[in-house]
């Protein structure tokens, strides 16, 4: 067994977000990890779930299904493995059931989570809506969870506009919920992503709807609440972003509306930025143009081209710019390089490396 199937066993036999399950896995890897378990490493019913799936078909049928919606199974080890999703640590995801036209690290790399309440007033659905509009005109992918109301909203404004748009679901990528969302689906898939922990054939349930909302934040530079309730669901999605850090707006409603009660508060408590303009939520998302802030920097621009590739430390940086023949960058410069580019915020440092923003 290698990381890939371990990663799949993993994801087939345990609940998004258990951390018990993330502990082991950083600590000893995804084959070890499995072999504790069955071992009896962990209490409750993971160990018989994970002797299960290895004794059973569940494994093929799940890439099967996968293969049936032209799908893939991504890993941290993939390229494609968006870096962001290590700010949630041990609830990171085991691995990212995929289906569509995209490199979730590419499309994530601007990306703006709109969310919001299901039964939204057509004030909040005409919002979500510009907003999709306004973010594919400015090369914004929009991340949400492909229900009714707000989210729906979101994901057909970026697709009216010839934008790219991934749907997070708790359900597989291959089962289309809610059922009157299907045709919506498939144009997301056609235009950005699908994703989800949950294997294909995966029916949804109330847990999985609250645990998906980690990705929809952590995937997004920032989280955009159009309309919520005091108990919405979507809050927990702007919970998640304020615990790692993201800006998070609030759409100010009508003060008599139920519907925005809960972006009242969030706002009133200084866990929401109030959306004076749609510009300001943008700009915290836009994507940069490293050309004209930097003057064609030789030296900045040759960083940004290997950052642009991989995460890198420090060390790896400098010895790939100074691998190549042309090259005359030497460690100095590329030490004085990241630290400007730091302070222009452009690029962080990760505890995995350096990565462009």
Same mark, same amino acid.
């Given at each position: ?14 609940? @998004?977000?258990?951390? *018990? ?29 994970? /002797? ?30 968006? /870096? ?115 294997? @294909? ?6 847990? *999985?709807?609250?645990?998906?909302? *980690? ?30 850090? *993201? ?39 836009? @994507? ?24 890198? /430390? ?22 004085? /390089? ?20």
């Amino acid at each position: 067994m290698n990381d890939r199937e371990a990663r799949a066993v993993l994801s087939i036999a345990s609940e @998004p977000g258990d951390e *018990r399950v993330g502990a082991l896995v950083a600590q000893s890897g995804a084959v070890t990890a499995v072999d504790l378990i069955v071992a009896g490493e962990l209490s409750g019913a993971i160990r018989e779930r994970v /002797t299960k799936v290895l004794a059973s078909n569940q494994i093929a049928v799940a890439l099967n299904k996968l293969e049936a919606c032209s799908g893939v199974f991504v890993t941290p080890c993939d390229s494609s493995w968006p /870096t962001q999703l290590y700010d949630l640590d041990l609830a990171a995801p085991l691995g990212l059931w995929c289906r569509g036209d995209g490199d979730v690290q590419e499309l994530s790399e601007h990306a703006l989570a709109v969310v919001g309440a299901r039964a939204a007033t057509a004030y909040g659905e005409r919002i979500a809506s510009e907003v999709g509009s306004l973010a594919a005109d400015h090369a914004i992918t929009v991340v949400s969870g492909a229900a009714y109301g707000i989210d729906a909203a979101a994901h057909r404004g970026v697709l009216a506009s010839g934008g790219r748009t991934i749907a997070v679901l708790a359900c597989g990528v291959d089962v289309a919920y809610p059922s009157a969302h299907q045709g919506l689906l498939e144009r997301v898939a056609e235009n950005g992503l699908i994703i989800s922990e949950a294997p @294909p054939g995966s029916k949804p349930h109330k847990r *999985r709807f609250l645990v998906r909302n *980690r990705i929809i934040a952590a995937l997004s530079a920032s989280t955009l609440v159009v309309e919520a309730a005091l108990r919405s669901g979507s809050l927990s999605t702007a919970n998640w972003a304020n615990a790692l850090g *993201r800006p998070v707006w609030g759409v100010p409603g009508p003060l008599s509306s139920a519907t925005s009660a809960g972006v009242h508060v969030g706002i009133a408590q200084g866990e929401m930025n109030i959306v004076a303009d749609i510009a300001s939520v943008l700009e915290t998302v836009r @994507p940069k143009s490293a050309s004209s802030v930097y003057h064609s920097s030789s030296e900045a621009l040759a960083v940004l081209e290997a950052l642009k590739r991989r995460v890198c /430390t420090t060390d790896q940086l400098i010895a790939q710019l100074q691998h190549g023949t042309d090259s005359q960058l030497t460690a100095h410069d590329v030490l004085g /390089t990241l630290t400007l580019l730091q302070l222009q915020g452009v690029i962080i440092q990760t505890a995995l490396g350096w990565k462009c923003l």
